[in-house]
């Protein structure tokens, strides 16, 4: 079956400072992995998803199948990047996603 | 707003009563999915649509609940003598096919009492 781990809950950082968001899978398949991201009071909606291979918002995930990660990084927070952040697999012919439990990201100015 | 819909945005209700929520997908998503999330856990997969079939049930989805999608357009999640365990957030997506990203609705926030 698979898994998504995020093993930290909260994060919080000062303004410009590297930020990374440590996400482990467990899957027996071709992996698809995403990132999600909840603001306050919004929906949770799609970051990005390994296979776009694109940076937004500066944040950028590089899937590594050795080490069965997918990171999220950015090299300099800003405040507006203080949200709950979630990992995710997809997986199946229904495409149906398992997150993780989710990490907090507070950036102090 | 185009995107997800879902009615109600919260319900409390009683331990043993009956609620349904609704769902209205993105126009034209054949795609539509339930899930579930409770306080510091991720979302967790309830059911899937392919258009007005259920094609996959989670084990989570015990026999109170039941979901329909009748025309492939809306669906709507019932549970049946609710207990205080199904409190929580039940959150609808829906994508196009395979390949797109799921849309996420803002939730119904269910509390039971």
């Known amino acids: 079956a698979q898994r998504v781990t995020q093993p930290e809950k909260l994060l919080s950082v000062f303004k410009g400072a590297p930020v990374e968001l440590k996400c482990n899978y467990s899957?027996?398949?071709?992996?698809?992995l995403f990132w999600y991201v909840q603001y306050s009071r919004q929906r949770l909606q799609l970051l990005l998803r390994?296979?776009s291979r694109e940076s937004i918002k500066g944040f950028t995930a590089d899937l590594n199948k050795g080490e069965t990660s997918f990171h999220l990084k950015k090299p300099f927070a800003q405040e507006e990047d203080s949200a709950m952040y979630y990992c995710?697999?997809?997986?199946?012919?229904?495409?149906?996603?398992?997150f993780g439990k989710g990490i907090t990201l507070s950036v102090r100015p | 707003d185009t995107g997800v819909s879902q009615d109600p945005r919260h319900k409390i209700t009683k331990r043993g009563q009956n609620v349904t929520f609704r769902c209205d997908p993105i126009s034209e998503h054949n795609r539509l999915y339930w899930y579930r999330q409770t306080l510091g856990q991720g979302p967790e997969f309830l059911t899937y649509?392919?258009?007005?079939?259920?094609?996959?049930k989670s084990r989570l989805l015990s026999d109170r609940f039941s979901a329909e999608r009748p025309k492939g357009s809306f669906s709507t999640l019932e549970i049946q003598r609710t207990e205080q365990g199904d409190s929580a957030m039940y959150l609808c997506?829906?994508?196009?096919?395979?390949?797109?990203?799921?849309?996420f609705g803002q939730g119904t926030r269910l509390t039971v009492v």
């Open positions: 649509f392919q258009n007005e079939a259920q094609l996959e």
């Open positions: 390994h296979i």
């Open positions: 995710a697999l997809k997986s199946g012919a229904n495409s149906k996603l398992t």
């Open positions: 899957y027996s398949g071709s992996p698809e």
């Open positions: 997506a829906s994508s196009l096919d395979y390949n797109t990203e799921a849309f």
